[in-house]
């Protein structure tokens, strides 16, 4: 069981590695490498090795990847992509299972019932593909809003829409109604809802009267995401999904001084148990399962690609204020996964059990709608968002923080050389040098997460932690790195009498502090472009150098800046442009 363990984590996670070398879509790798791992070669059948606990794993690792979506969901976020998400909200859920229920009635030749069951299960789109998805992609701020929204809003819905439909298809008694069902459905789904807003209200609360102690506080709330979706799930099942998201919701925007901590912490715990879940499922991948997928399958699968969820997104988006090109961005992007999978699988067994005809088509079927739309969406998302002119491109800028000589001499050489270049700084008067070089800049704190929700940090390739103070330079860096990545971020030399420690790279060969790169600039000192060729190899070029010059970046012709520090020295070949930091020569 441990080596099974071992290999589950190995996959999902190096899965996600090479996705983030090779830019392809991370949730394909890892439905490969789960496919690989069981039906192919073996290797892992959670029925065998997991057996009972297999469904309580994947459902309690379902809530906390819920509950971390939940704590991402800034109301901020609101601000572009509210009107949006409430229309697909009030009008996509109805029309979404309307068509879906026609697409499988129709398509895939499933009982009425059954179809509906399944139509509001497909409601959702699965926050655990898209966030890998929209990692990758640069979409104006208003799509990315709109489909992470949506994804974690619409899977509890999804879910109790199945919970609603099973109950009325199963109950056998002459009182049968709609309306009750409805109505108990309507209740436990609010009384999971304020278990949900209690538990967040709860714990910030706690957090900041410091009743639990640091230490404690993602145990804390860890345990209590378990313990609230098992309460709710108890009540009602699949009701947990609400209490979950709700409650990460609350939690997301009750910031106290540990809610940072928390996300990070739970991010790394969700990108861990996103990895598990969709190597184990897809593992579940049979040679029977995929038997059992019939042709006509397929028709279904065309009319979910590109009626059902175009239909719904353009009807829902309807005279609103969204641009006709992200709306049908939007409308293109659906991939389903981690809870379509597993609600559909519980409902399989549920009707399989009640004699439901035709229900062992649900299981091969909806991983036919997974595999489709993750290999569908997943590759083309960003063709798509090219073709339709909303793809922002690789980030190629550079974020300077702190406005002084140094930094707006060094961004207007970046410049020079054809990157963007914007400079920070809270004073408005030292930003006035960089604004005469027509630099962007941006006044205000970059720490602040205000300022952090307003500038797009995927824009820049590199952070460059610029200011006179050694200390807040290094808390910029320690700050931005689970935002940006600890490899885009640098700072100027420490001044080892007033600062011991330091958080990233340090700048140049020599790691001058920026008092020091400052005099050096009101000397006279300037920067340089040199192109690196055949004939003039960067041996030359070091050679030629004068001894107090410093190189300060490589740009290679794809545009990627490569900075040279105390601790890193760039490859340099032929075709690279050099940017050099030299004294004025002598008269």
Known sequence: MLVKFALIGLLGIGAQWIAWRTGKPAIALMLIAGVLAGPVTGLIDPQRDFGALQQPIIKLAVAVILFEGGLSLNFRDLRHAGPAVLRLVVIGVPVGLVLGTGAAFFGAGLPLGISALFGGILVVTGPTVIGPMLRSLRVPARVRDTLKWEGIVNDPIGALLAVAIYAYITYIGPDRSAIAIG???????????????????????????????????????????????????????????????????????????????LKHFKEDLAVLLISGVFVILSATLQWEVVERFQARFLIFLFLLLFVVRPVTVLASLAFSRMPWRERLFVAWIAPRGVVAIAVTSLFALRLEDFGMKD????????????VATIFAHGFSAGWVARRLGIDKGKGEGVLLVGANAFTTALGGALQKMGLTVMIADTAKFALRAARKQSLDVHQGDILDEVTQDTLDMQQFQHVIAATDNDSYN??????????????????????????????????????????????????????????????????????????????????????????????????????????????????
């Open 474 to 587: 290094s808390l910029v860096c320690a700050d931005l790195g689970p935002e940006v990545g600890q490899d885009k971020l640098t700072q100027t030399g420490v001044d080892e009498t007033r600062l011991s420690r330091r958080r990233a790279r340090m700048l140049l060969e020599g790691g001058e502090t920026v008092d020091e790169l400052q005099v050096r600039v009101a000397a006279g000192w300037a920067f340089g472009r040199t192109r690196i060729t055949s004939v003039f190899p960067y041996e030359a070029y070091r050679a030629r150098l004068a001894p107090e010059a410093e190189p300060v970046a490589v740009m290679k012709p794809d545009r990627r800046l490569l900075l040279f520090s105390t601790t890193q020295r760039p490859v340099v070949e032929p075709g690279d442009t050099m940017l050099t930091f030299a004294p004025p020569e002598p008269v």
């Open 183 to 261: 109505l108990d459905v309507a209740a436990a789904t609010l009384i999971a809802g304020a278990i949900g807003v209690g538990l967040g209200f709860g714990l910030t609360t706690a957090f900041r009267r410091a009743y639990i102690p640091e230490y404690l506080k993602a145990p804390s709330v860890l345990v209590a995401v378990i313990a609230g979706f098992v309460a709710a799930d108890l009540i009602k099942h699949e009701t947990g999904l609400i209490t979950v998201t709700l409650m990460g919701v609350v939690m997301g925007n009750r910031q106290t001084q540990s809610t940072a901590a």
């Open 359 to 370: 229900a062992d088509a649900l299981v091969p079927l909806v991983f036919g709608v997974v």
